[in-house]
């Protein structure tokens, strides 16, 4: 198999695979935390990577023939100033011009030097670079891979269900690698429902990879000419390419709780019936009831939030609900009048004023080393509204709105400058439900209402990843329903079982009402928690008789 930097592979990927490439190269050179900031607005740079504590900034330049000029140097020097960078270069699959090292020498009698990366070298840098490094697992990764590979091999079908933080995409990839290993002439086809998740998706793969497999992207922007090695893809691009006559070996389906009784998806699955196929998610639940287990199986393995916090592999959560404006004559009247789930989420539970977020957020704030926070909200709207409420405090001037209207160069900046400190606090809007992966938030406040079991889920899911020095996150709800208040009841019954290891040194998670007379009411007239949170709207709640309640 030949390397991904081969002449012919660079020259068929055109420009933005160039840069995905020279990007995959810096991961097997050993940079960290590599980002690829090409487009509007980057400065002049496209690649930013560190490397033995040194910022590097890249530049990447695609020829279909002819040489690399001057403008290369110009456009990364000025990224290496707004970047503060230690290290400049210019990449090409040619060569720089004559001009292009005469641009180099004057920047370097300046003090800047500008080096430069071409055809030849990136195939001298391909060979050095060693094999990735065997990953080593959690036990129950470990164990999930096993369970996985197991039914593959016996049922051709396997499922995951994998909360978010515990590493479902690890797993994947490691299937996906062991795959190819043991059929380096075969196919594999990873499939995703938007075009950002795919994108991320291949670049979470290439570490669980032999470094001579291929991968691409295929979607509707993006049509590589080559499926060999592994193809991210979506849905429609998938099927497309498979109804054309392509069959890959092994399918991935991630966050697989997309996957319907019908349509696209589950005529992709059925094209490809004789592949083995798999699925992950983190919330197998969807809103029609359909089973993903009908399509895939009995879930392989299962890891839910409760017992990866018992373990100690997630943020444990100091959950603190707030429902102070309850209005008690109204709970008093609901065993009489036989609410369904809606009519009573609309007379018991009632916005509170987004100054009321900002205040209690405050205080979490001051409370909290090193805090980090993410402000769900309801609304495009509702999230700009909320960016300015948080920049009149001093402390969050650099607050920043997070949402699906803005460009993505602009989510992408926003989202780096989150990562480093530079924005305290997002207020988001869907963006960060599937995804994105944001370890160092210590803080959640869910400012919007959700009926959704998946997507609460999801967003909570946000702040259960670990990191050096976190142990927990707090969660701070606003606008709960009585389904979200069931999830959270079920939730600590499961946390406060002992039928599963606790590590020692793990802090105990905490689920709090501000409100105990909201708790204990709730607790008795809630009669099955686990069935109440994914109950729809029209679903009669059952009551105790309020008048035989204990006192």
Sequence with gaps: ????????????GGPNRFTRQVERLMSLLGFRDVVNIDGPGDHGGDLLGTFNGQLWVVQTKWKNKGAVDRSGVDEVSAAFEHYGASKAVVVTNTKPSSDAEQRATELLRLGRTVDFWNGQDLQGLFDAATENTPIVLRDYQDAAVSALWSDLQSRRRALLILATGLGKTVVGGEIVGRYLRENPDQDVLVVAHTKELVNQLERALWRHLPKRVPTQVLTGDERPTSLSGVTCATTSSALGAVLRGWKPGLVMIDETHHVGADGQYDRLLDELKHSLQFGVTATPWRGDKYDIESRFGAASFKLGIEDGMRRGYLATVDYRLFVDNIDWDVVREASLNNYSIKELNSRLFLTQRDEAVVDALKEAWNANVAPRAI???????HAERMEQLLRKLPEWAGAAALHAGMHKRE??????????GRVPILAAVDILNEGVDVPDVNILAFARVTHSRRIFVQQLGRGLRLREGKERVLALDFVSDIRRVAALLNMRRQL???????????????????????????EQWILDAADLETANDEARLQFLDPDVLPA
Excluded: K
């Design 1 to 12: 198999m030949t390397s991904f930097l081969a002449p012919r592979r660079l020259l068929d």
């Design 375 to 381: 402000v769900f909200c309801q609304t495009i709207e």
């Design 411 to 420: 989510r992408q900046q926003r989202l780096l400058d989150f990562r480093a």
């Design 496 to 522: 406060e079982a002992t039928d599963v290891e606790v590590l020692p040194s793990v802090p105990q998670p905490s689920i709090q009402f501000n409100d105990l007379r909201a708790e204990s009411l709730l």
